[in-house]
T-cell receptor, first 110, second 115 residues
Framework: QKEVEQDPGPLSVPEGAIVSLNCTYSNSAFQYFMWYRQYSRKGPELLMYTYSSGNKEDGRFTAQVDKSSKYISLFIRDSQPSDSATYLCAMSPLGQNFVFGPGTRLSVLP | EAGVAQSPRYKIIEKRQSVAFWCNPISGHATLYWYQQILGQGPKLLIQFQNNGVVDDSQLPKDRFSAERLKGVDSTLKIQPAKLEDSAVYLC?????????????FGPGTRLTVL
């Protein structure tokens, strides 16, 4: 089992849809959780950052962490064509470097 | 604020040749990372520098990969000799003094194709 897993997609949704992106992990020591967005031929850029369990909201984006289930999610409301990208989850134990998931490719169709 | 700069953006070489990539981090960022991102996968950390010292190089294939950050600013990553499986995007990232919680800013990457 890989340390961090994501649905590979690709995921296609119509504009305005609610998108749910998910990661599962096996290392119970993970405490920091991040979501990155990566446009084609660009480097990843940080979207959301959470520590331990709970929810965090930023505009149209909501990140959820459920440490008991070793499951994290990113929700995108009112999705736009500009949200079309690959979404990477990343996580780390305290004081250690991040492990990235393989990414989910999202296409939002106008 | 200028972002992380990388060059070249693209490189095509034949197997067994050598190649070098350059990275200039965001000004003032003490921590610099090199990642390898194979198509369809997430970035994998190769090496992390804090100023000009190596913090983590546990996943660097040291028989063929080397990296340096001599003056604690820009960095080079070298592959010698290259193998077909080295075809990937090589990403450089930098962050401020607190590597645990500070944001990593990524450059655009260098896309390497080994024929």
């Amino acid at each position: 089992q890989k340390e961090v897993e994501q649905d590979p997609g690709p995921l296609s949704v119509p504009e305005g849809a609610i998108v749910s992106l998910n990661c599962t992990y096996s290392n119970s020591a993970f405490q920091y959780f991040m979501w990155y967005r990566q446009y084609s031929r660009k480097g990843p850029e940080l979207l959301m950052y959470t520590y331990s369990s709970g929810n965090k909201e930023d505009g149209r984006f909501t990140a959820q962490v459920d440490k008991s289930s070793k499951y994290i999610s990113l929700f995108i409301r009112d999705s736009q064509p500009s949200d079309s990208a690959t979404y990477l989850c990343a996580m780390s134990p305290l004081g250690q470097n991040f492990v990235f998931g393989p990414g989910t490719r999202l296409s939002v169709l106008p | 604020e200028a972002g992380v700069a990388q060059s070249p953006r693209y490189k095509i070489i034949e197997k067994r040749q050598s190649v070098a990539f350059w990275c200039n981090p965001i000004s003032g960022h003490a921590t610099l990372y090199w990642y390898q991102q194979i198509l369809g996968q997430g970035p994998k950390l190769l090496i992390q520098f804090q100023n000009n010292g190596v913090v983590d190089d546990s996943q660097l294939p040291k028989d063929r990969f080397s990296a340096e950050r001599l003056k604690g600013v820009d960095s080079t990553l070298k592959i010698q000799p290259a193998k077909l499986e080295d075809s990937a995007v090589y990403l450089c990232a930098s962050s401020g003094w607190d590597r645990v919680s500070d944001t990593q800013y990524f450059g655009p990457g260098t896309r390497l194709t080994v024929l």
